[in-house]
């Protein structure tokens, strides 16, 4: 069974970082893209960066330059560097994996940026 569990969140001020990690268990880890999202209260859940198996990565606009994303296989893990936090970077953060059209997700783990 696919499970993934994300770790790392908390309670930062603006400015701060956090690096958050998404640790996957049955699957073929290397195969999979994997990618994490956020969601703020009322809104959808949004895109933050992505990483193919290859290891090519996409970050959004909004956190290039201050959010890394990238993977160890050999750990089967997917990790998120952030930097530079600001309060609008506040959500639940998601652990995405995917495969065609299989799609897994994380539980979430939340990241409160406030002074």
């Known amino acids: 069974q696919v499970k993934l569990v994300e770790s790392g969140g908390g309670l930062v001020q603006p400015g701060g970082s956090l690096r958050l990690s998404c640790a996957a268990s049955?699957?073929?880890?290397?195969?999979?893209?994997m990618a994490w999202y956020r969601q703020a209260p009322g809104k959808p859940r949004d895109l933050v960066a992505s990483?193919?198996?290859?290891?090519?990565?996409n970050h959004v606009d909004s956190v290039k330059g201050r959010f890394t994303i990238s993977r160890d296989n050999a750990k089967n893990t997917v990790y998120l560097q952030m930097n530079s936090l600001k309060p609008e970077d506040t959500a639940v953060y998601y652990c995405?994996?995917?495969?065609?059209?299989?799609?897994?997700w994380g539980q979430g783990t939340q990241v409160t940026v406030s002074s």
């Open positions: 995405n994996a995917q495969l065609g059209a299989t799609s897994t």
């Open positions: 049955g699957i073929f880890f290397n195969i999979y893209a």
């Open positions: 990483i193919t198996s290859g290891g090519i990565t």
